[in-house]
């Protein structure tokens, strides 16, 4: 079975949208938009077109820091140039936070979907050296049908260096002020597994072998081994232990 990481989920999930191809784009304005912003804070923007599977990135003096120099056009919708840059733990919980965000804006109203982004704070790669990034997320267009087009990620530093392990990711109404609380976007990540699979991932977690959850849980060995397989290949994942490190990121399971 084919490993596909958190990564791979967001690309999936962003690029394989239905887009409407009478869509009238207006890139050039969100670009100029970009630009003019990262005029004024000297951050770094990274302007999103999933439909064109691409990015346009501008770099303010902030992107020094992060290897960056003038404005770029890759051939990506993801900036893997600027994730490569930052602590690979930190990027995989952005990554989750952003398909929660995908899923919770999914259902909101056309006129209130440009009121959220998601913040959190991540590490440069460089342990040496160690810098604190604030990053934000931000989907800009949507089509009728509700398939994101256009995304704007910003970064900048922060001004916070305390250590701390995680990145403090979450979701707020900038109109309002309200973070959105986990249990608010959770039920996406909670639907991928049933009860019983979730009860089993966890005992994993904890250490106990299939034989030891089958007499925990009252059932048969071949029960448990079921399952197991299923949560593998709901999670898309190559074995349990991918399956371990994706349930944590997602929340799914907390031991």
Do not use: W
């Given at each position: ?12 999930t ?6 409407l ?46 290897g960056?120099s ?18 690979s ?26 009121n959220?982004s ?27 049908n ?14 916070n ?23 608010k ?29 089958a ?5 048969s060995?071949?029960t ?6 299923n ?10 232990t ?14």
């Amino acid at each position: 079975m084919v490993n596909i990481s958190i990564e791979d989920q967001l690309a999936s999930t962003l690029l394989k949208q239905t887009f409407l191809d009478e869509e009238a784009l207006d890139i050039e304005d969100y670009k100029k938009l970009a630009a003019a912003y990262v005029s004024i804070e000297q951050c770094v923007a990274v302007l999103s077109d999933f439909q064109a599977d691409c990015s346009y990135i501008y770099t303010g003096n902030f992107g020094k820091l992060l290897g960056l120099s003038g404005d770029l056009f890759i051939d990506s919708a993801f900036e893997d140039c600027i994730f490569d840059k930052l602590n690979s733990e930190d990027v995989i919980e952005r990554h989750a936070l952003e398909l929660y965000f995908f899923q919770y804006l999914k259902n909101l109203p056309e006129e209130e979907y440009r009121n959220y982004s998601t913040f959190s704070r991540l590490r440069s790669s460089d342990e040496k050296s160690m810098h604190y990034i604030n990053h934000r997320t931000m989907y800009l267009k949507r089509s009728p049908n509700g398939s994101v087009i256009f995304a704007l990620c910003l970064y900048a530093p922060s001004t916070n260096s305390e250590f701390r392990n995680g990145i403090d990711g979450k979701i707020v109404n900038i109109k309002t002020g309200e973070t959105i609380t986990f249990e608010k976007y959770q039920p996406y990540s909670a639907n991928l597994l049933s009860k019983r699979e979730l009860e089993i991932l966890t005992h994993v977690a904890k250490g106990s072998n299939s034989d030891q959850i089958a007499s925990l849980l009252n059932i048969s060995v071949y029960t448990v081994r079921r399952h197991r397989q299923n949560i593998i290949q709901k999670l898309q994942v190559a074995n349990t232990t991918e399956a371990l490190k994706t349930a944590f990121v997602m929340g799914l399971i907390r031991v």
